[in-house]
């Protein structure tokens, strides 16, 4: 699976939009981004994921570039219950691949 | 819909003892990991089964750790004796059969956060 890269933190102001980003730019073609988060004390949370198109769902925006060597998540309008680590997974499309975790990026969410 | 069920959500134990973590997958999900959380870093996987079948233990410390999934529901993952350097948060995740989930969402529980001293 490829690896990915992200900023080890990143801080917000509340109700602003958070954009976290991510390189992959050893991503294969069949190979998905999966975005997930972690509250504290909590187990990762599922939040979107794409292959090639830019995805949206009640949770956030997924940007991934042409080149698919990169990709964005947006979080529209943080709220601090958002502050959690978020985690960049690149991952086969084929059926039960393991996710590789790497340390992902702790976003603080500031009042 | 119930999660993913873990318990203890704590254990303190002193090294050489043992210890057992428990799983209760979400109902009907046939896959189930265990991951391994140290402090600052993302999970690690231990082990993965598909129904009682461990296809993945490749990362899994054979030596002082085991695990086993009878009758391909609920999950134990025991560590005998545990070492200072144990000391992590024991995770559980399930996923659905592929038949019923285009994509590999995984469901996590709580954890379990060892201590060994």
Redesign the interface.
């Known amino acids: 699976d490829a690896k990915t890269t992200q900023p080890t933190s990143m801080d917000c102001a509340e109700g602003r939009a958070a954009n976290l980003p991510c390189n992959h730019s050893t991503i294969s073609g069949n190979e998905?981004v999966?975005w997930y988060r972690q509250i504290h004390?909590?187990?990762?949370?599922?939040i979107i994921?794409g292959l090639k198109n830019n995805e949206t769902n009640e949770m956030a925006s997924l940007i991934i570039t042409e080149d698919r060597k990169s990709s964005t998540l947006i979080l529209p309008h943080a709220t601090l219950r958002d502050t959690a680590?978020y985690?960049c997974i690149v991952?086969s499309?084929n059926?039960?691949?393991?996710?590789?975790?790497?340390?992902?990026t702790r976003l603080s969410v500031l009042p | 819909e119930a999660g993913v069920v873990q318990s203890p959500r704590y254990k303190i134990i002193e090294k050489k003892q043992p210890v057992a973590f428990w799983c209760n997958p979400i109902s009907g999900h046939n896959t189930l990991y265990w991951y391994r959380q140290n402090l600052g870093q993302g999970p690690e996987l231990l082990i993965r089964y598909e129904n009682e079948e461990a296809v993945d233990d490749s990362q899994l410390p054979k030596d002082r750790f085991s695990a086993e999934r009878l009758k391909g529901v609920d999950s134990t993952l025991k560590i005998q004796p545990a070492e200072l350097g144990d000391s992590a948060v024991y995770l559980c995740a399930s996923s659905p059969d592929w038949g019923l989930s285009s994509y590999n969402e995984q469901f996590f529980g709580p954890g379990t956060r060892l201590t060994v001293l």
């Open positions: 998905y999966y004390s909590q187990g990762p949370q599922y994921h680590v985690y991952v499309g059926y039960g691949q393991n996710f590789v975790f790497g340390p992902g």
